[in-house]
Structure formats: C-alpha cells, structure tokens
C-alpha cells in the first residue's frame, strides 16, 4: 500500500512538472535592467512552464555558439539575431519555419520571412555628450576623417552594432576606399570591444567623445534618469535600420511553446515592454511613451543584406586595414 502510494504520487508529481523553454540572447536584454525579467514573469504566468534565460556577450557571439552546438543545443528560442545575420542564419539550417500571425507587423521595410520574427528595430548611431562635444560630426565621413575625436565601436566579429557599422562604412565608401577609411578611422578609435555593453559603458565612464550604438539610446537616458545631454549624431549620409530577429531551433524539444513565446514577443504588453526596456522602437503599431511618440527616425541609408560571402570579405577586409 504505501509503495503503491510513493509510486502513484511520484507518477503525478512527474506528469504535471512544468516544461522549460530555454532561451538564448545577448546580456543587455537579460539583464535585471533589460527585458527579459520582465517577458519572463508575464510569459510564465499565462504558459505554465519556466523559462530560462542563456545571455551571450553579442548576438554574433550567441549565433557562433549555436553554429558550434549545431543540433546539440539546449536552445528553444534564439533573441538577437538581425538583418544582417539574415542570411547566414537562413543558410545556417539551425532554425525552423513558424506559425506565428506576423499581419501586425508595421516596420520601415516589407517583412514577409518565415522563420525569423522581428521584435524591435532601430537605427544606428554615434552617441554623444553634448555638454562634452561642442561640434559633432554631421556625417560618417568626417567622423572618419577628423582625428580629434576619440570613438569607441564594436568588433564586427562578436556584435551585430559591430556587423552594422561595417555594412555602414561599406555602403558610403568606394570599394577602393574602404581600406583606407577604416586605417584613418583606427587611427582615432579608442578600442573596438566585444559587445555593446562593455563600449556603451566604457563611453558612459569618459572613455570617449563617440560610441556606437543607436539613435534611440538617447531615450534611455531621458526616460530614466531625466538626462537631456546625450544625443545621437545625424549624418548626412543616412543611418542604416538594425531589425532584431527571433527565432525557434529546429531541434528544439518545445516547438509550440517556443512558437507561442515568439508570438508573445509582438503582442502590445511585450512590445511596450521591450521597447522602455531595450530602448528600441516596436515592431507594430501600438502606444509605449510620450518620449517614443515624440521620436523621428533619422534619414535612413538602405543596405541589401549580406550574404555569408560578403560578410566574411568584409571582416578580412577591415582586419587586414587594421593590420597595416
């Protein structure tokens, strides 16, 4: 009777444990100041399951680590991706097609993809004290050019700002110039560093007069700490659009569940959430701010997204200039 009892009560007990969907992003979006504590309690209380939180440095870090993991990853969901990854994480076979109603998507492009779901966009940006820096560059062109500013930028082989500052430099410069701007460029670049975090921070610290980042990140710091100083540079040459992307693995062991949290992503509650949190516009229509309700997006450059070939050819190319 009362191995029956153990047996059935441990039977039940087993049967209703909770399912776990294991996410995997960037450090900015977990941390206790980013998004992700806040997505987790509100998915968790209409899923019934647990989710956990995998934070990589960048999200070219993460996308390395999955390609490595291959089709042993613990992954369900992968946040971080962009457009620029677009195409080697299609090639990259990881990812499956989803279910999810992508109709209220409003976002500065035609999206019509499958597989990756956008959750924020943003544009981007060299970020600047104005109490510190007087006379801001007015295109990327003379932040390349002018020696005495000191900037801080990401490497394009661990960060997706890094990849976009290299799609940017690539996009306003002759292919026979490229080499040549980012030798001047080095010339007045205080570090390249691994993810934005850490260059974000070392700026905030003095470190720099400039760092990459966003044209939204100013709003950060007017929401939250009522801070007007820090502005986002505009450049006549246009800023190009970052949209980040969500995905689930195709090997993943709760597809529905990780189909449903995708789906939650662009949901209005999540949206506003991750908009005030990773301070990046939202992917539909729907009210966040009166600081988001008052931005304009700068003029923007249009980029084709790159192919694994480009981008591998683009890296070589800037780590060869900094070589010389």
Known sequence: MIATFFLTFGSTSFSTEKPTLTVYSYDSFTSEWGPGPKLKQAFERQCQCNLEFVPFADGVTMFNRLRLENNGSKADVVIGLDNHL???????GLFAANSVDLSPLALPIEWSDRTFV???????????????????????????????????????????????LLAWINAVYPP?????????????????????SETYG????????????????????????????????????????????????KNSRQPELADRFLAFLISPDAQKTIALHNI?????????????????????????????????????QWQHALSQ
């Open 176 to 196: 026979d110039q490229v080499a040549q701007a980012w030798q001047t460029l080095a010339k007045h670049t205080v570090t390249v560093g691994k993810g934005w």
């Open 202 to 249: 070392a700026f905030l610290k003095g470190e720099a007069d400039l760092v990459l980042s966003y044209n939204t990140s100013p709003l950060y710091h007017q929401i939250h700490e009522q801070k007007g100083n820090y502005i986002a540079a505009e450049f006549a040459e246009g800023h190009i659009v970052q949209i980040e992307l969500a995905a689930t693995l």
């Open 118 to 164: 956008p959750y924020d966009y943003g544009q981007y940006a060299f970020i600047y004290d104005r109490n510190k820096l007087k006379n801001p560059p007015k295109s990327l062109t003379e932040l390349v050019e002018r020696q005495d500013l000191n900037i801080i930028y990401q490497d394009p082989r661990t960060s997706t700002v890094g990849r976009g």
């Open 86 to 92: 677009l195409q080697e994480a299609a090639e990259s």
């Open 280 to 316: 990046m516009l939202p992917v539909i229509n729907t009210d966040i701010e009166p600081h988001f309700d008052q931005f304009t997006p700068a003029k923007t450059l249009k980029v084709p997204f790159p192919d694994k070939n480009s981008s591998t050819l683009q890296i070589r």
